[in-house]
């Protein structure tokens, strides 16, 4: 009698979590999504009127289809991505062959270049290749006079977003593909080769069309990720006015007086033509026709280049200098020289010519440190408050048979197909309308950013929970724990380095956001982000490559340190398990 009462009382207790996860995720992601449907349908401003059903209608969509606006925005949004998505294609795609299959020297060191730009945060990159890029004043156009050549570069045009979209985008590619590499079977290349077919033609016949599910999807995911993404367009676009879906969007909520419908319209545009590249990246990664991974061992296979292994080791170099060096030089440069115009290359290294004149000025900026302060707070509350979620929705999907986890996992994993940018409208159709909401607060960006990076924390978090066996679960249930219990003394030690993982980057991710920061902001919560793009977009590239640098330092510092937390995690966890 009491097993019955006892296991009752389990589905009840079961029934009430997962209706409590079911209504966190319903308030985190359905509700602003529904706001937004209903702004794009409505033609009533949430400041003025409030939220309303009134007069609801698709006029807002069909003045958008006909705006030439919107078309030229979205073929020039199609152009950048498309031509960016090519590049990263290319650029990760032959990293990870030298990595991966041929001898190359310090693999090592060109596997770590590849995956560099990932912590770039986008708005920084796209300031530093508007200092190297400038048509006037930029650092490569002077470095090519200084050296006689009459070549001329300008990164404020289609080719130059169309070249920063690729080469800070290739690592998603690259860590598809070589992943896909290190799996494949080599005997089928050999196979190919024992047949008369040279390298050159193994390579594009054999090896390449194997892993093309994983080219793809790497493509659709770079795809994906540059088209919400807004610190590039704004910087390297606005001086020209070529706008992108995203820019475009942030545009229409400035006008006076702001155009939130037609706003929200067009960011469900950009929500379904995400979601749909999303969907297709869904089908090529289930797809089981290109299964190239057998039961039995293998060792990838490494082809030796003979003297050309020094030829794909500086192209390794090449793209390290091009990711890295050169736009942290740019940044150095304008942040410590008093005056960006230089005449030629020796006034360059001209001492007289630097100061700390521009870090002075930005921490003379009350506005900087209140950032700062911002930007660390909200990074906290989403790091602390998300990975719980984060965790509890992993655990329940992972480690348990609960009726409703397969909504959980649908409803948690939505937000990958909405942009940031959108993410941003959307919350803000949610709160600003209703009195004494979360409008203003700190709160609020916070909340959008944990519904944001939902998908990939649940996902960082799935791997560590998918490594511990349920026999020690198990051990613990027949020694009379129960599932608060196993979790606290079982499952959260062991999967303590994924935990400290997974919140560094919701951390990492929450300070370096700036699509949905640009429409929850106010005042008295800006974050570093926003605070950097006003300060570029006030024409004062000294101060802007300046905070560049803090921002940059500060997350360098908290990464490394997160690293060592999470090695100190992983040591003791090995202890325990032993």
Same mark, same amino acid.
């Given at each position: 009698?009491?097993?019955?009462?006892?296991?009752?009382?389990?589905?009840?207790?079961?029934?009430?979590?997962?209706?409590? @996860?079911?209504?966190?995720?319903?308030?985190?992601?359905?509700?602003?999504?529904?706001?937004?449907? @209903?702004?794009?349908?409505?033609?009533?401003?949430?400041?003025?009127?409030?939220?309303?059903?009134?007069?609801?209608?698709?006029?807002?969509?069909?003045?958008?289809?006909?705006?030439?606006?919107?078309?030229?925005?979205?073929?020039?949004?199609?152009?950048?991505?498309?031509?960016?998505?090519?590049?990263?294609?290319?650029?990760?795609?032959?990293?990870?062959?030298?990595?991966?299959?041929?001898?190359?020297?310090?693999?090592?060191?060109?596997?770590?270049?590849?995956?560099?730009?990932?912590?770039?945060?986008?708005?920084?990159?796209?300031?530093?290749?508007?200092?190297?890029?400038?048509?006037?004043?930029?650092?490569?156009?002077?470095?090519?006079?200084?050296?006689?050549?009459?070549?001329?570069?300008?990164?404020?045009?289609?080719?130059?977003?169309?070249?920063?979209?690729?080469?800070?985008?290739?690592?998603?590619?690259?860590?598809?593909?070589?992943?896909?590499?290190?799996?494949?079977?080599?005997?089928?290349?050999?196979?190919?080769?024992?047949?008369?077919?040279?390298?050159?033609?193994?390579?594009?016949?054999?090896?390449?069309?194997?892993?093309?599910?994983?080219?793809?999807?790497?493509?659709?995911?770079?795809?994906?990720?540059?088209?919400?993404?807004?610190?590039?367009?704004?910087?390297? =676009?606005?001086?020209?006015?070529?706008?992108?879906?995203?820019?475009?969007?942030?545009?229409?909520?400035?006008?006076?007086?702001?155009?939130?419908?037609?706003?929200?319209?067009?960011?469900?545009?950009?929500?379904?033509?995400?979601?749909?590249?999303?969907?297709?990246?869904?089908?090529?990664?289930?797809?089981?026709?290109?299964?190239?991974?057998?039961?039995?061992?293998?060792?990838?296979?490494?082809?030796?280049?003979?003297?050309?292994?020094?030829?794909?080791?500086?192209?390794?170099?090449?793209?390290? @200098?091009?990711?890295?060096?050169?736009?942290?030089?740019?940044?150095?440069?304008?942040?410590?020289?008093?005056?960006?115009?230089?005449?030629?290359?020796?006034?360059?290294?001209?001492?007289?010519?630097?100061?700390?004149?521009?870090?002075?000025?930005?921490?003379?900026?009350?506005?900087?440190?209140?950032?700062?302060?911002?930007?660390?707070?909200?990074?906290?509350?989403?790091?602390?408050?998300?990975?719980?979620?984060?965790?509890?929705?992993?655990?329940?999907?992972?480690?348990?048979?609960?009726? =409703?986890?397969?909504?959980?996992?649908?409803?948690?994993?939505?937000?990958?197909?909405?942009?940031?940018?959108?993410?941003?409208?959307?919350?803000?159709?949610?709160?600003?309308?209703?009195?004494?909401?979360?409008?203003?607060?700190?709160?609020?960006?916070?909340?959008?950013?944990?519904?944001?990076?939902?998908?990939?924390?649940?996902?960082?978090?799935?791997?560590?929970?998918?490594?511990?066996?349920?026999?020690?679960?198990?051990?613990?249930?027949?020694?009379?724990?129960?599932?608060?219990?196993?979790?606290?003394?079982?499952?959260?030690?062991?999967?303590?380095?994924?935990?400290?993982?997974?919140?560094?980057?919701?951390?990492?991710?929450?300070?370096?956001?700036?699509?949905?920061?640009?429409?929850?902001?106010?005042?008295?919560?800006?974050?570093?982000?926003?605070?950097?793009?006003?300060?570029?977009?006030?024409?004062?590239?000294?101060?802007?490559?300046?905070?560049? @640098?803090?921002?940059?330092?500060?997350?360098?510092?908290?990464?490394?340190?997160?690293?060592?937390?999470?090695?100190?995690?992983?040591?003791?966890?090995?202890?325990?398990?032993?």
């Amino acid at each position: 009698m009491r097993s019955v009462s006892g296991g009752r009382r389990g589905r009840v207790g079961a029934g009430l979590w997962v209706s409590l @996860l079911l209504a966190i995720l319903g308030f985190l992601v359905i509700y602003p999504i529904l706001m937004l449907l @209903l702004g794009a349908l409505t033609d009533t401003n949430p400041v003025v009127d409030g939220i309303s059903l009134s007069h609801l209608s698709v006029t807002n969509f069909l003045t958008v289809l006909a705006n030439p606006n919107v078309a030229e925005a979205l073929a020039n949004t199609l152009i950048a991505c498309g031509g960016g998505t090519l590049i990263a294609v290319a650029v990760g795609l032959l990293f990870s062959w030298i990595v991966v299959r041929t001898n190359t020297p310090c693999k090592g060191f060109i596997a770590a270049a590849s995956i560099l730009p990932l912590f770039a945060p986008p708005l920084v990159a796209g300031v530093a290749w508007a200092i190297l890029g400038s048509p006037k004043t930029g650092l490569i156009n002077t470095m090519f006079k200084w050296v006689g050549l009459d070549w001329r570069v300008d990164f404020y045009s289609m080719w130059g977003l169309v070249f920063v979209f690729g080469i800070y985008y290739a690592p998603y590619v690259y860590m598809f593909t070589s992943s896909a590499l290190r799996n494949m079977d080599p005997s089928l290349e050999e196979a190919a080769e024992i047949s008369g077919a040279s390298a050159f033609a193994t390579l594009f016949s054999v090896t390449f069309p194997l892993i093309m599910p994983a080219i793809i999807s790497g493509m659709l995911l770079s795809f994906i990720v540059m088209l919400g993404i807004y610190g590039i367009p704004a910087v390297l =676009g606005a001086p020209t006015n070529l706008a992108v879906l995203t820019t475009y969007i942030f545009k229409l909520t400035n006008w006076s007086p702001p155009l939130y419908n037609t706003a929200a319209a067009v960011a469900i545009i950009l929500m379904v033509v995400t979601g749909l590249l999303v969907f297709l990246q869904h089908k090529v990664l289930s797809g089981r026709s290109y299964t190239t991974v057998a039961g039995k061992a293998f060792r990838p296979r490494s082809l030796d280049l003979g003297r050309w292994r020094w030829f794909t080791f500086g192209l390794g170099i090449v793209y390290l @200098l091009v990711v890295v060096v050169l736009p942290l030089f740019a940044l150095i440069v304008a942040a410590f020289r008093k005056f960006m115009f230089i005449r030629d290359v020796s006034s360059l290294f001209d001492a007289r010519q630097y100061s700390l004149m521009h870090f002075e000025s930005i921490f003379d900026n009350p506005l900087t440190m209140r950032s700062i302060y911002n930007a660390v707070e909200v990074g906290l509350i989403t790091a602390v408050v998300g990975g719980a979620l984060a965790f509890a929705i992993g655990y329940t999907i992972h480690r348990t048979q609960v009726m =409703g986890r397969r909504w959980i996992d649908v409803i948690s994993t939505l937000p990958v197909a909405i942009p940031g940018l959108v993410v941003g409208v959307a919350y803000l159709w949610a709160w600003i309308g209703i009195p004494a909401g979360l409008y203003g607060t700190i709160w609020i960006l916070a909340l959008a950013f944990i519904a944001r990076f939902m998908p990939d924390t649940v996902k960082s978090l799935s791997t560590s929970f998918l490594q511990i066996h349920r026999e020690l679960e198990e051990a613990a249930w027949v020694c009379g724990k129960g599932v608060l219990g196993t979790i606290r003394t079982i499952v959260l030690p062991l999967a303590r380095p994924g935990v400290i993982a997974s919140m560094t980057l919701l951390f990492v991710l929450a300070i370096r956001e700036l699509g949905s920061s640009l429409f929850l902001y106010t005042s008295n919560t800006m974050v570093m982000s926003v605070l950097l793009l006003d300060y570029y977009e006030g024409g004062n590239l000294g101060k802007t490559a300046a905070f560049s @640098l803090v921002q940059t330092v500060l997350l360098g510092v908290l990464i490394g340190g997160a690293n060592w937390l999470s090695r100190g995690a992983a040591q003791s966890s090995v202890a325990r398990t032993g």
